[in-house]
C-alpha cells in the first residue's frame, strides 16, 4: 500500500505506539512469565477467541505503561461476539491506573450496550499505588453490575488477583481458576504488614482455599484448559437476556431413547447410595454434561447439559454426599446457579432423591435454614421452564427447595412409583412419635404407599417407570418451548446475588 509522504511520519508514530503496546512488559518480562508455563495476556486472548476475530479498543491507553495493564476489546466465540479484557501481569503487575479503570467500564458498557457476554481474564494486583487521586475509581465494577442478568459474566483467573480487580471475580455469574491462580481481599505483604500473619499466596487464596469457600466455582490446570472451559461454558448460554438459548442441529445424540440402565443405577431402596451423576449419564444427551462448582456443596449437583440437543441446567440431589441432604453450602450453590439459568431462560431440570435438608448443631450453625430459603426463594421465583422428577425419595422442605410443590410454575412433575415423600420419613417419623412395632409398621407400608396416592389426587402429573425418563423429560421440554411466543426479556430483579 502507498503512503502519501504527508501522512508518513505520523503513521509512524502510531506504528511505534502500537508496537510499545504488543511488547507488554517487556521481552524479560515475558519470557519469565511464559517460563511458569503461563500465557501472556494477548496469547489467552488468541486462545480463547476465535482465530484472527480479536479487534482491540484502547491500545494506547497508558502512554508508556503498555495498554496500561489491560488488553480490551471483542471478538468472536464459535461465531459470535463477546468483549474481553486480560490483565497483563508483565506491566507493572497487571495493576490498575485510570487508564486501565475506563477500559474496565468500557468493557462493561459495551458488553451491555451491544447484549453480548462479558469475559475477564485476571491476573493483577489491584489498584496502583500513586499519589493523584483516581476520581471515581470503582466505576468498573458499577458498570459490571449493571450487566448482571443481562449478560453473561465469566471470569477467569490465571494468576494472583487482590484487591480492586479480585472483586470482579465474584460480580461475574461463573469463575474458573487455573493450578496458579489466587485470589484475595489483599496479598502476602499486606496481611503481614496489617496483622502479623505469615502466609503464602497459595495459603491465602489458592485453588484449595477458593474452591473450597466457594468463591471460585471450577478448577482446570493450565490457562490453556481454562480458556477451553470458558468457551464451553458460555456454549450453553445466549448471547444475553434478549435472547433464547440456542439448540443444536439434531443428530443420534438427541434422539428419544429409553433408560433401562437407571433400573440398575437406581436402587429401589432408600437405604443405599448410588452417584447421581450415573444418572446424568444416561438421560442427558451423549455430548457430555459440565458440572459446575463441583467441590463446594457437593450434596447437590449443579450442572449444564443438553436434553434433545435443547440447552438445560441441572439440579440434582446427590446420595454420594450426606445420604443427599442439603446443606447450607449446597443450598447457596444451587441458589446461585437457579438465578443463573432463569436469568438467561435455560429450562431448569430437577433431579429429587434426599431426605430433607441436613438436621443437626453444625448444619444449624452454618444458617442451613437461611440457605434452604434461599435456594427456596430462587427457584420458586424462576419464570424459566421447570421440570422435576422425584427418584427416591423428597422429604420436607428438602422437597419444596427442588421444586415438588404443587402450583409451583412448573412445566411438568414426575415421580418413580415408591418414591416416598411426606414432612419426615417413617423412621424418623416412628423414632419422634415413640411408635410401637405395629404402628412402625404401618408407618412404613404407608410410606411405600405414598407415590400412589399421591398420583390418585395429582401430587405430580404422573408416576413414570425409569426407563421412560429421559423420554418424558424431553417430550415435556419440547411441549414446553412453545410457550416462547413472545419476545425475551431479561428477568425483573436488580442483580443475581454472588
Not at 143 to 149: A, D, L, P, R, W
Not at 205 to 219: E, F, K, Q, R, W
Not at 369 to 380: I, K, V, Y
Amino acid at each position: 500500500m502507498t503512503t502519501s509522504g504527508d501522512w508518513q511520519e505520523t503513521l509512524d508514530e502510531l506504528d511505534r505506539r502500537r508496537r510499545h503496546a504488543y511488547g507488554m512488559g517487556g521481552p524479560e518480562r515475558l519470557a519469565k512469565h511464559r517460563d511458569k508455563g503461563k500465557l501472556d495476556a494477548r496469547a489467552r486472548i488468541d486462545h480463547l477467541l476465535d482465530k484472527g476475530t480479536f479487534r482491540e479498543f484502547g491500545t494506547l491507553v497508558g502512554g508508556d505503561i503498555a495498554a496500561d495493564g489491560i488488553v480490551a476489546g471483542s471478538g468472536l466465540i464459535d461465531g459470535r461476539p463477546v468483549m474481553v479484557g486480560a490483565e497483563d501481569f508483565t506491566t507493572l503487575a497487571g495493576s490498575i491506573g485510570p487508564g486501565g479503570n475506563a477500559k474496565r467500564y468500557r468493557l462493561a458498557e459495551l458488553a451491555l450496550r451491544d447484549r453480548v457476554p462479558l469475559i475477564m481474564l485476571l491476573e493483577g494486583a489491584g489498584f496502583r499505588p500513586s499519589g493523584e487521586h483516581y476520581g471515581r475509581t470503582p466505576t468498573d465494577l458499577l458498570s459490571q453490575t449493571q450487566c448482571s442478568g443481562k449478560v453473561p459474566m465469566v471470569a477467569g483467573l490465571l494468576g494472583p488477583s487482590a484487591g480492586h480487580g479480585a472483586l470482579v471475580a465474584p460480580v461475574c455469574d461463573w469463575t474458573i481458576m487455573s493450578a496458579q491462580g489466587a485470589i484475595f481481599t489483599a496479598g502476602p505483604p499486606v496481611v503481614k504488614e496489617s496483622t502479623g500473619e505469615d502466609v503464602t499466596k497459595e495459603e491465602l487464596g489458592g485453588p484449595d482455599v477458593a474452591l473450597t469457600s466457594g468463591v471460585i466455582h471450577n478448577y482446570a490446570e493450565t490457562d490453556e484448559a481454562v480458556l477451553d472451559d470458558i468457551r464451553r461454558y458460555l456454549s450453553y448460554f445466549p448471547s444475553s437476556a434478549w435472547s433464547y438459548p440456542e439448540s443444536l442441529p439434531e443428530d443420534d445424540a438427541a434422539q428419544p431413547r429409553p433408560t433401562p440402565e437407571l433400573l440398575d443405577i437406581v436402587p429401589r431402596t432408600n437405604r443405599r447410595v448410588y452417584d447421581m451423576r450415573a444418572v446424568l449419564d444416561v438421560v442427558f444427551d451423549d455430548r457430555g454434561w459440565f458440572e459446575i462448582q463441583p467441590r463446594f456443596g457437593p450434596a447437590i449437583i449443579c450442572a449444564l447439559a443438553h436434553l434433545g440437543g435443547h440447552p438445560v441446567a441441572v439440579v440434582a440431589n446427590q446420595p454420594l454426599s450426606l445420604a443427599g441432604s442439603i446443606d447450607a453450602d449446597a443450598a447457596d450453590k444451587a441458589a446461585h446457579f437457579v438465578m443463573v439459568a432463569d436469568s438467561f431462560h435455560l429450562p431448569i431440570v430437577f433431579l429429587a432423591d434426599n431426605p430433607g435438608m441436613l438436621p443437626g448443631s453444625r448444619s444449624e450453625r452454618a444458617g442451613v435454614l437461611r440457605s434452604g430459603a434461599r435456594m427456596f426463594a430462587a427457584q420458586t421465583a424462576a419464570t424459566t421452564i421447570k421440570l422435576h422428577v422425584t427418584l427416591r425419595k423428597a422429604y420436607g422442605f428438602g422437597s419444596m427447595v427442588m421444586s415438588l410443590l404443587g402450583f409451583d410454575n412448573q412445566s411438568a412433575t414426575f415421580a418413580y412409583p415408591g418414591a416416598t415423600m411426606g414432612a419426615m420419613s417413617a423412621s424418623a417419623l416412628s423414632k419422634a412419635s415413640h411408635a410401637d412395632e405395629d404402628l412402625e409398621a404401618k408407618l412404613r407400608q404407608m410410606e411405600v404407599d405414598a407415590s400412589f396416592r399421591s398420583a390418585g389426587h395429582l401430587g405430580f402429573d404422573e408416576l413414570i417407570h425409569p426407563e421412560e425418563t429421559r423420554n418424558v423429560l424431553l417430550w415435556a421440554l419440547q411441549r414446553a418451548l412453545y410457550s416462547r411466543q413472545a419476545a425475551p426479556e431479561p428477568v425483573a430483579r436488580t442483580v443475581i446475588t454472588p
